[in-house]
Antibody, heavy 121, light 107 residues
Framework: QVQLVESGGGVVQPGRSLRLSCAVS????????MDWVRQAPGKGLEWVAV????????NYVDSVKGRFTISRDNSKSTLYLQMNSLRTEDTAVYYC??????????????WGQGTMVIVSS | EIVLTQSPDFQSVTPREKVTITCRAS??????LHWYQQKPDQSPKLLIKYASQSFSGVPSRFSGSGSGTDFTLTINTLEAEDSATYYCHQTSSLPFTFGPGTKVDVK
């Protein structure tokens, strides 16, 4: 079956960097757009970034623009989120989510289990 | 940015009752509005896509309606396993946004 498995979370000091990965199996990864969504402790869902099926189109929420970079390696069926200049307000569970189509403007039909990022001194 | 508001914030219900959750968008999203269910310590699950289309495998007691700025998620004949937080989500325009969530507690 389709599986999305995130990794790379942990505890990091403010200003430092972290790279999250999302390994996808059970489908043709390169056929679908992918997103990152985060959830701060006890809070709701916040969309973070999207990348098109071929990596040519990327978009971000304003609060992470210039600090986070979404990318993908279709040969490895893996999605990435490079997070630089981390702030305490970036503390959250980060989910990768699969778009239901190759385009970017579609619902997220499969989600990973999430990886926790804690930004603290 | 399109802001989504949900009501109510919280609803306590008994089994077999019907629950209606509303989601209002600050501007039209057409039918680019989707609903998710999230149980404690689990990732969200897609219930309804494009306002009214049931996602594969979702029980038929879940249904959605609406277009433009006003949307509704209805859960008929509520079951204990439906205790969760429900989120609406728009992918009509970037940045994508989620509603604040509605927590449903089945007593």
């Amino acid at each position: 079956q389709v599986q999305l498995v995130e990794s790379g979370g942990g505890v990091v000091q403010p200003g430092r960097s972290l790279r999250l990965s999302c390994a996808v199996s059970g489908l043709t990864f390169g056929n679908f757009g992918m997103d990152w969504v985060r959830q701060a402790p006890g809070k709701g869902l916040e969309w973070v970034a999207v990348i098109s099926y071929d990596g040519s189109n990327k978009n971000y929420v304003d609060s992470v623009k210039g600090r986070f970079t979404i990318s993908r390696d279709n040969s490895k069926s893996t999605l990435y989120l490079q997070m630089n200049s981390l702030r305490t307000e970036d503390t959250a569970v980060y989910y990768c989510a699969k778009s239901s189509t190759s385009g970017n403007y579609a619902p997220f039909d499969i989600w990973g289990q999430g990886t926790m990022v804690i930004v603290s001194s | 940015e399109i802001v989504l508001t949900q009501s109510p914030d919280f609803q306590s219900v008994t089994p077999r009752e019907k629950v209606t959750i509303t989601c209002r968008a600050s501007q039209s999203v057409g039918t680019g509005l989707h609903w998710y269910q999230q149980k404690p310590d689990q990732s969200p699950k897609l219930l309804i896509k494009y306002a009214s289309q049931s996602f594969s495998g979702v029980p038929s007691r879940f249904s959605g309606s609406g277009s433009g700025t006003d949307f509704t998620l209805t859960i008929n004949t509520l079951e204990a396993e439906d205790s969760a937080t429900y989120y609406c989500h728009q992918t009509s325009s970037l940045p994508f946004t989620f509603g604040p969530g509605t927590k449903v507690d089945v007593k």
